[in-house]
Each structure stands twice: as C-alpha cells, then as structure tokens.
C-alpha cells in the first residue's frame, strides 16, 4: 500500500514555542490532506482538511491561527503548532487519500510534549 | 452530521476464536463508504477493511469480514481464527462519497488470550 510519512515523531518544546510537523505522501500526489489530534485511549477527532493550492478548511472548535496548516505541495502538508501550551500535547496524526486506490493512508503520528 | 458509534469499549477473545465487533452510524447520504481500521500499540493507522454502500456484498479480508446492514445503519467486523497479533484498538469510521473526510467511533480495544 502507500505510504505517508511524518516528522518528527516525538518533539518536546517549551511553553510559548512554536513547532511544525511534516506529512508527506512518498508515493502518490494528495491534493488534500488531513490532520487529527488524539489523545491517550481517545478516538481521532478531525482538527483541519489541508488543501494544495489553497486555504485549509478547520473543523469548529479549532483555532486556525493557533495551529496553521500549509500545503506546500502536493506531496507536502505542514502543520505549526504556534505558542504551543501543555494543553496542546497531544499525538498528532496525518492523513492522505490515494485517489488511485480510494482509501486514506495514515501518517505514524507525531507525539507533542509541551514542557 | 454524521456520527458513528462503537458500543463496546472492549472485548476479549481467545486465541483462534472468532469475535465481533460491532459498530452503528446514522447518516442521511445514500453515497458513503464504511471503514475498519486498527491501531496497535505503535499507534500507526492500518486499514483492515472498506465497504462502499451501494455494494450489496459484505466486504471480506482474509480473516476479517463485515456484516453490512444498510436499513439498519450497522457494520460489524467478524475476526476468524484471532491471532494474538490482532490485539489492538479497533476503529469504525464514516466518510461521504468520494471517501476522503473521516468519522471516527470512540473505538474497541480487543484483548486477544492464550
């Protein structure tokens, strides 16, 4: 199957920092992405749907300047986690659709630590 | 909104048994695909099996299968012959035609004994 990858996997930061996580598709061009936020022994709950070319679409409840969401390209979506706080530690997890095969690939997560 | 709802937060199953995991979503679309995915303990995402709606026949995996009940809005998974490998958090997820913006349920976390 296809693959997405994630970087980094594990980043601790201190409080008022900023991070960014990258999601690319190694095998296949995703004009749309998408980023979840997990948390321990929680479901995926849908943070933003990252478009090539244009502005990303937040889900309610999800503050766009405070996670800002960059589509690049159409094998690279960025995801900044901007004066992250503690209650932003959580596992961050992208995914893609292969148009070719109608089906979402997954991202390893990315686990977010703030000190 | 669509919502999907996973009623067991978790089962257990002996080794090569079967178990069944159910799983109910409520949607007004008539285009929509079903998913189950597994996360193991490495928190990886993997698909375990699709079922697009407007096929009448149960999707089949190997040893996994679905029983798809459209009028009743329900999809179970049928795990055949569980190995200890199969114990993870399963997922049932929604997404409208065309397959891209998922609902998760909250869940179940299968226990597979020896």
């Known amino acids: 199957g296809a693959v997405v990858s994630q970087h980094p996997s594990w980043v601790i930061c201190k409080s008022g920092t900023s991070v960014k996580i990258e999601c690319r598709s190694l095998?296949?061009?995703?004009?749309?992405m998408f980023w979840y936020r997990q948390f321990p022994k929680q479901s995926l709950m849908l943070m933003a749907t990252s478009n090539e070319g244009s502005k990303a679409t937040y889900e309610q409840g999800v503050e766009k300047d405070k996670f800002l969401i960059n589509h690049a390209s159409l094998t690279l979506s960025t995801l900044t986690v901007t004066s992250a706080h503690p209650e932003d530690s959580s596992f961050y997890i992208c995914s893609a659709p292969n148009p070719a095969e109608e089906t979402q690939y997954f991202g390893p997560g990315t686990r977010l630590l703030v000190l | 909104a669509q919502t999907v709802t996973q009623s067991q937060p978790e089962m257990s199953v002996q080794e090569a048994e079967t178990v069944t995991l159910s799983c109910t979503y409520d949607t007004s679309e008539s285009d929509y695909y079903l998913f189950w995915y597994k996360q193991p303990p490495s928190r990886q995402m993997i698909l375990v099996i699709r079922?697009?709606?407007?096929?009448?026949q149960n999707a089949t995996e190997n040893r996994f299968s679905v029983n798809f009940q459209k009028a009743a809005k329900s999809f179970s998974l049928k795990i055949s012959d569980s190995q200890l490998g199969d114990a993870a958090m399963y997922f049932c997820?929604?997404?409208?035609?065309?397959?891209?913006?998922?609902?998760f349920g909250t869940g179940t976390q299968l226990k597979v004994e020896l």
């Open positions: 997820a929604y997404a409208p035609g065309g397959g891209n913006k998922l609902t």
């Open positions: 079922q697009e709606a407007y096929k009448q």
């Open positions: 095998d296949f061009q995703a004009t749309t």
